[in-house]
């Protein structure tokens, strides 16, 4: 009986799912398979030029790296506000997710103003002598990076700060006392317990850095663009709605295989489910 009621609890969300997802997926592939007998042919095609291999590449390897240095960011920052007190950690907590309260677009154009070659950055630098004059930086790969970290540091901080909370300090306590450094503490004791908030995060980081569409508009340009970018600038400048279904399935299966790879490999390092 309560297996029975589950499932019609479930019903409507699964139709939902049904409807508003999978449905709309299906329109989207139909008319790429339908323009040709030769089926796939349109995504051959796409993936055989190597104007096309840049753009999936510069897309991958700008979500990857993302997500790395969100990771590296977040984990000291995460740790530190889950060590505070609750009251402070609480307060913390909402000041880190603050920005997210901005419209994204608002805070590209902060940055814009920041990253320019007349913009803060490049003045500071120069203030230090450290530069002999302004370099480029905005409308680049590396200004991608910047926008698309600190646009999702808040979402790796909030899923690594929940799962350190839960940690048993008297663990760490224990590796101290039998002789571990603060460096051995963190990479032997907190981090392999942590992989479920790491993967959480990564995985919300990666997709999220994968199918953005603002931050790399505005402070990469069109001269690098990245999938999301290539799907507006076929739909809306082309015209071409078949081909910008190509790309969009072709990201959505990219964006599947590799959250699914960072999956696999969290759970090899989860040291918890060693001795299980």
Request: proline residues 3%; glycine residues 6%.
């Amino acid at each position: 009986m309560r297996k029975r009621s589950a499932i019609l609890l479930l019903l409507p969300a699964f139709v939902g799912v049904l409807i508003f997802t999978f449905y709309p997926l299906i329109q989207i592939i139909i008319p790429t398979l339908n323009q040709s007998s030769d089926y796939g042919k349109l995504y051959l095609e796409f993936l055989k030029s190597s104007y096309n291999q840049t753009v999936i590449f510069r897309t991958l390897a700008i979500a990857l790296f993302t997500t790395l240095v969100v990771l590296v960011l977040g984990l000291p920052l995460a740790i530190w506000i889950a060590r505070q007190d609750e009251k402070v950690r609480k307060l913390l907590s909402v000041i880190i997710l603050f920005p997210m309260l901005t419209n994204a677009v608002i805070r590209n154009f902060a940055w814009i103003i920041i990253l320019g070659k007349n913009g803060v950055f490049n003045d500071l630098l120069l203030k230090l002598h450290l530069i002999s004059a302004p370099i480029t930086i905005l409308y680049t790969n590396a200004a991608i990076v910047i926008g698309s970290a600190y646009l999702f540091l808040p979402i790796m901080v909030t899923s690594l700060v929940g799962s350190i909370t839960e940690l048993n300090i008297e663990t760490e306590e224990a590796a101290a006392v039998l002789g571990a450094g603060a460096m051995t503490n963190l990479f032997k004791v907190i981090i392999p317990q942590l992989t479920t908030g790491i993967l959480t995060g990564c995985i919300l980081v990666f997709a999220g850095t994968m199918t953005a569409y603002t931050t790399p508009q505005l402070l990469g340009g069109n001269r690098h663009l990245v999938m999301a970018t290539l799907i507006y600038q076929q739909a809306m400048t082309l015209g071409d709605w078949t081909n910008a279904s190509v790309v969009a399935i072709i990201l959505i299966i990219l964006s599947v295989v590799i959250m699914f790879a960072i999956n696999k490999l969290m759970k090899k390092l989860d040291r918890r489910k060693v001795n299980a």
